[in-house]
């Protein structure tokens, strides 16, 4: 499989939502390079007809009963937020302005 | 050095118990330990002095009053820093939740209060469990009490180098890649991964879900076996939480035996970047376990030589959506919100200043791999491989009751030796990580130094899954046997400090 260049890692670190510095980028492209080629060893296992396993557990819609029990209060709730205003958290701008 | 401080949690339960010691003694003794060596060691992020006091006080209190005690009543732990506590910081040992106090406690801080075990504060970890040396915390590394310039290994470093420096008796660890295992190796104390979905995971920081697994850290074998008991069981806030008895564990732990039973030896668990001490040491367990009755297996698990790359895709993908939460909207960091930005650039200015290396390349790695084109040969891939390492586990289990390895390919390293190259550090988890990927349980405890360096030698057993007292009887027989050799118990050859 192919390497990872800079510019994917810049596009990668932009879906991750991370504003990563210039130096960065080519330190984590060095990197990245090198683990992706050391994990792709996976591949070799790609064309053989077995069942993925996502998770140890055989699970599927694991339910409680629907209760009333106490819960955290507003002030509570609101304990870590950076910013909040009338009992909400208070979030910069999400849509522009036009 | 106190006497109280070098006393078993079992030995402690019963003497508060008695009423031979208080809570408040124990307690005392203990934060006294901790301001002695903590400047050097920097296992605690953050000790909880007026609660673990308190809670010591109250404990005594209900004695007083004839009330019943929690089984570990009055028998002080140090609590990894990735479990909320309520109204006490939690960090994950990163800065994105630097000065965060948590609303609630987790189940498992929950479980701890309600036997009545005194918590002394929170432990060092590399940053949301990422890492095999506790470099990785935003707050500075943490030495290891054989040597203060060696890793105590990670992500759970705090907690064990807390044990192996006697600033507590009981630590809780987690275990993702072998977190608990690999620094139980490295410092010469105790840690149990149990089995996936025992130990409850509400209010424990997300970092891998399907892999991520709490446990009871010790210096002895019984003592870990007490702490499993109490913080296991089946938890409603946990949707993956095994709804079944927890295994007797301590009942095993009392009773250690290896006698007819079948140990298997995987071949794949050895050769080049093994260290010769390290495999002499654990040929000499298998040894050992021979002289005690067992009958050796050598097994064939040939998907275990993928473990590591299967693992390095399945944990980086996991955390990219996990961590998807720090957002920086509602706890936590927010950095360059002036009001002329959009949340979206908030949150990518707040991600770049408040998370770590390791993290970021674990997310943007995880993202690669979860991206269209890419997902099937390498996610999906590595989800095939974790069908092949269940397989090999099953086959196996069907011809030995446990597998023995050593837990980690070498001893402690130095600091900063591997911290900026991610590979190197990510051999440290070769030997533990197939556990993981499979759910079942898997024990370290100390099995000698190695001649080389002098530096603890791990020995890992593993189990079926909900098998874990399986783990405590072979390991109490090897802990017994071991300690009979020695003339007493490894740590007993550390260095003071």
């Known amino acids: 499989m192919p390497g990872i260049t800079r510019e994917e890692v810049a596009h990668l670190a932009r879906l991750s939502r991370l504003e990563l510095k210039a130096e960065e980028l080519d330190h984590f492209a060095e990197q990245l390079d090198v683990i992706i080629g050391a994990v792709a060893r996976v591949s070799d296992v790609a064309d053989e007809d077995v069942p993925p396993t996502s998770h140890p557990l055989p699970l599927t819609n694991v339910m409680r009963a629907d209760e009333v029990r106490p819960s955290l209060t507003p002030q509570e709730a609101l304990s870590g937020a950076p910013a909040q205003e009338q009992q909400r958290f208070k979030v910069p701008q999400i849509l522009g302005e036009d | 050095m106190s006497d109280i401080i070098k006393l078993t949690a079992a030995e402690i339960a019963a003497k508060v118990a008695s009423g031979e010691l208080t809570a408040v003694q124990v307690a005392e003794a203990h934060l006294a330990r901790i301001d ?12 909880d002095r007026e609660g673990a006091l308190a809670q010591a006080r109250e404990v005594d209190a209900k004695r007083e009053r004839g009330e019943k005690l929690g089984p570990l009543a009055g028998v002080p732990l140090a609590l990894k820093d990735i479990f909320t506590t309520k109204g006490v910081p939690t960090t994950v040992g990163s800065k994105i939740l630097e000065g965060w106090i948590p609303p609630y406690d987790a189940t498992l801080t929950k479980r701890l209060k309600d036997a009545d075990v005194v918590i002394l504060g929170k432990t060092n970890m590399d940053e949301f469990a990422m890492g095999s040396s506790t470099e990785n915390s935003a707050y500075g590394p943490t030495g290891n009490p054989w040597d203060l310039t060696k890793i105590p290994g990670g992500s759970g470093g705090g907690s064990s180098a807390a044990l192996a420096a006697y600033e507590a008796p009981l630590a809780i660890g987690t275990d993702t890649g072998g977190s608990i295992r690999q620094p139980a190796a490295v410092t010469g104390t105790v840690g149990v991964k149990p089995t996936y979905g025992a130990v409850s995971r509400y209010g424990m920081v997300a970092f891998s879900s399907s892999l991520d697994q709490g446990g009871p850290c010790a210096r002895t074998v019984l003592d870990a076996a007490l702490l499993h008991e109490v913080i296991a069981g089946h938890d409603p ?18 009773n250690g035996s290896v006698a007819g039973m079948r140990v298997g030896v995987v071949k794949q668990f050895r050769g080049e970047g093994y260290q010769a001490g390290v495999i002499q040491r654990f040929d000499e367990s298998v040894e050992l376990l021979k002289e005690l009755g067992a009958e050796i297996v050598e097994l064939d698990c040939p998907s275990f030589d993928l473990a590591l790359a299967a693992y390095y895709l399945i944990a980086p993908s996991e955390c990219s959506s996990n961590l998807a939460r720090f957002d920086a909207m509602r706890y936590g960091l927010r950095v360059g919100d002036d009001g002329t930005r959009s949340a979206e650039d908030v949150t990518a200015l707040t991600r770049e200043a408040g998370f770590g290396p390791e993290v970021k ?10 991206s269209s084109g890419y997902y099937d040969a390498y996610y999906g891939s590595a989800q095939k491989v974790r069908t092949l390492i269940s397989r090999d586990f099953d086959k196996s289990f069907e011809q030995v009751d446990v597998i023995v390895s050593p837990t980690t390919p070498t001893t402690a390293f130095a600091i900063g030796e591997r911290a900026d190259d991610p590979m190197a550090m990510y051999l440290a988890d070769l030997c533990t990580i197939p556990t993981n990927l499979a759910g079942n349980s898997a024990m370290s405890l100390p099995c000698g130094l ?7 030698v791990g020995l890992q ?9 399986r783990l405590y009887k072979v390991g109490a027989a090897v802990e017994a046997a071991f300690t009979e050799r020695w003339g007493h118990p490894l740590l007993e050859e550390a260095p003071s400090l």
């Open chain 2, 237 to 254: 806030l946990d949707s993956t939480s095994i709804d079944a008895p927890v295994p007797p564990v301590v009942e095993a732990a009392r």
């Open chain 2, 361 to 370: 390349r674990r997310v943007m790695l995880g993202t690669y791999a979860l």
């Open chain 2, 450 to 456: 190695a001649p080389e360096d002098n530096l603890p």
């Open chain 2, 36 to 47: 002695a060596v903590d400047e050097k060691v920097h296992a605690f992020l953050h000790v």
């Open chain 2, 461 to 469: 057993i593993i189990a079926p899954a909900m098998k874990d007292d």
